[in-house]
T-cell receptor, first 114, second 114 residues
Framework: AQSVSQHNHHVILSEAASLELGCNYS??????LFWYVQYPGQHLQLLLK??????LVKGIKGFEAEFIKSKFSFNLRKPSVQWSDTAEYFC????????????FGSGTRLSIRP | EAGVTQFPSHSVIEKGQTVTLRCDPI?????LYWYRRVMGKEIKFLLH????????ESGMPNNRFLAERTGGTYSTLKVQPAELEDSGVYFC????????????FGSGTRLTVV
């Protein structure tokens, strides 16, 4: 069965610090990978996604993620965080063969100190 | 276009009572999904509708949960009778395709069973 592991439950950073949130998945086949974000009081929004091609994908608000197939990883990065990045971040995977049922990780809560 | 709408946004009920959650997907989206997040854990898949048919209901916890999507438009998720462990946030999502490219989520219904 597919699963997604997010290593950090809560990350606290100061503004302008660099961010990297870890994500590993377990599935041997072709996958689609996603990062979703939930800002306080808002709904889940798609931050970025990977299907194929360049393993470095860029999303909204300066976020990027790198797919490393050999490590089954899809870590999220941002060079310089802002207070407005305070949110919960979810890594998710969709096994290409199963068409649907996106599987989510447990989420990482990011708190930014102004 | 209007997004995915869920209501109520919050519901507090007593153990043993019945609650019905509603989801209105984006117009034209044949695929509708229900997910649940309990106590800060991962967002877990409950079921997937394609139009009015249940494509995958492998995540439904037990027979106290009943999901319907009459006419292939809005969906309801009924919990009867509710138990304490049913507390959590119930998310609905929809997609035009079969989820390869991610879903659009509603803002969720926070259910508290006391």
């Amino acid at each position: 069965a597919q699963s997604v592991s997010q290593h950090n439950h809560h990350v606290i950073l100061s503004e302008a610090a660099s961010l990297e949130l870890g994500c590993n998945y377990s599935y041997g086949g072709t996958v689609n990978l996603f990062w979703y974000v939930q800002y306080p009081g808002q709904h889940l929004q798609l931050l970025l996604k990977y299907f194929s091609g360049d393993p470095l994908v860029k999303g909204i608000k300066g976020f990027e993620a790198e797919f490393i197939k050999s490590k089954f990883s899809f870590n999220l990065r941002k060079p310089s965080v802002q207070w407005s990045d305070t949110a919960e971040y979810f890594c998710a995977v969709n096994a290409y063969s199963s068409a649907s049922k996106i599987i989510f990780g447990s989420g990482t809560r990011l708190s930014i100190r102004p | 276009e209007a997004g995915v709408t869920q209501f109520p946004s919050h519901s507090v009920i007593e153990k043993g009572q019945t609650v019905t959650l509603r989801c209105d997907p984006i117009s034209g989206h044949d695929n509708l999904y229900w997910y649940r997040r309990v106590m800060g854990k991962e967002i877990k898949f409950l079921l997937h509708f394609v139009k009015e048919s249940k494509q995958d209901e492998s995540g439904m916890p037990n027979n106290r949960f009943l999901a319907e999507r009459t006419g292939g438009t809005y969906s309801t998720l009924k919990v009867q009778p509710a138990e304490l462990e049913d507390s959590g946030v119930y998310f609905c999502a929809s997609s035009q395709d079969e989820g390869y490219y991610g879903y659009t989520f509603g803002s969720g219904t926070r259910l508290t069973v006391v």
